[in-house]
């Protein structure tokens, strides 16, 4: 059974630093594209980054710049590197496969709260 386990997030002001990290299970993580997710309330969850098992790495507009997506496939876990944070990066934030398997289960995600 896979399992995704978000982590890393937290309350920062505008402008500052966080790094999410997200460990899977199994390997479904060695054999598809990874990518976070995020839902701020009220709206729908969005992919903002990805990363394909051979490293190439895409970008929502909205973050391309600010963050950054990795995987370590000796640790079995993607990270996403987030500078330059904006209010408006306000979510929850989860990882899984991109596109989403049904059999894998959402993990619980990571709040991260952008304010001053």
């Known amino acids: 059974q896979v399992q995704l386990v978000e982590s890393g997030g937290g309350l920062v002001q505008p402008g500052g630093s966080l790094r999410l990290s997200c460990a899977a299970s199994?390997?479904?993580?060695?054999?598809?594209?990874m990518g976070w997710y995020r839902q701020a309330p009220g709206k729908q969850r969005e992919l903002v980054a990805q990363i394909s098992t051979g490293g190439s790495t895409n970008y929502a507009e909205s973050v391309k710049g600010r963050f950054t997506i990795s995987r370590d496939y000796a640790k079995n876990t993607v990270y996403l590197q987030m500078n330059s944070l904006k209010p408006e990066d306000t979510a929850v934030y989860y990882c899984n496969t991109v596109p989403t398997i049904l059999s894998i289960t959402w993990g619980q995600g990571t709040q991260v709260t952008v304010s001053s």
């Open positions: 199994g390997r479904i993580f060695r054999i598809n594209a």
